[in-house]
C-alpha cells in the first residue's frame, strides 16, 4: 500500500489537504476509488476514517480523505452548504482526472454530515458517484425522530450502504429501516450492537473500539465486491 500527502484546489479558496492511498500495482483508470469525508465535529484523521482509508488501499482500492475548508484552517463551525459541496466537488474531480489515481468507477462515503452533504448531491445530480457509503447518518436531530431529514434519500438512483450504531441519538434504527424500505434502489444496513453515532461501544462492551472499526472495513470491502485475490491483502 502507498499513502502520499496531496493538496486539492477548491475553486477561489485555495486547496485543502488530503492523503491518497492505492495498491502498490494501481493501474490508472482501473479499479474502484473511495473518497471519504469526515464529520462535522472531526478531521480526515479520524481513527475510522484512517482506517478505511488504509485498510481499503490494502484490499486493493485506491483511496482519498480529505479535509473541509474550516478543518483546514483549524475552525470547529462547519462551512456553509455551499462551500461544502464545491469541496465535494472537486475533491471528486481530483481523482477523477489525476493521472496516477483516476480509476473506473468513484464511490462517495462519510462520516455524519460528509455523508450527508454527499447524499443530497447525488439526488441532486451534483456529485456522479456510482455508489455512496453512510458511516453513520444524520437522520434527524438528537432524539427527535419526528423530524425526519429524509426526503432527498428518495431521488437517489446508486446503491447505498449504511453503517448505524444501536445508540445512535441521531438515527433511530426502526425509523431508518422504514426510510430504507421506501427507497427505489438497492440499499444495505449494516448495525453496530452498543455502538453510538461514531460507534463507540459503551464501557461494559467486550468488543474493542478498533475491532468495531476493522468490522466497518471489512464489510465495505465486501459490498464494493473485493476479489478473492485482493482479500488475502486484508490487514486481519
Known sequence: MLSESVSIPVGE?????????????HRAGEGIAVILAH???N????????TLSRGLAEAGHVTLRFNFPYREKG??????QDTLVLTWQSVYQFIERHSKYRTAEVVAAGKS???RVAAQMAAEGLLP????????????????????RDSHLYHIRIPMLFFAGTRD?????PTLSGVLGRLQVSSELETIDGGD????????????QQEIYDRILRKTAEWLGSSSNSQKHLPF
Request: proline content about 16%; charged content about 25%; overall charge positive.
Open 75 to 80: 475552525r470547529r463551525a462547519p462551512d456553509p
Open 129 to 148: 458517484a456510482s455508489r455512496l457509503i453512510f458511516l453513520g447518518y444524520p437522520l434527524h436531530p438528537p432524539l427527535k425522530k419526528e423530524k425526519l
Open 197 to 208: 453515532h461514531s460507534f463507540r461501544p459503551r464501557k461494559s462492551e467486550p468488543m474493542p
Open 39 to 41: 464529520g462535522a465535529g
Open 113 to 115: 454530515m460528509g455523508g
Open 13 to 25: 479558496m485555495g486547496s485543502v489537504s488530503g492523503v491518497a492511498c492505492s495498491p502498490g500495482e
Open 169 to 173: 441519538p441521531l438515527c433511530d434504527l
Open 43 to 50: 478531521d480526515m484523521e479520524h481513527p475510522l476514517i484512517v
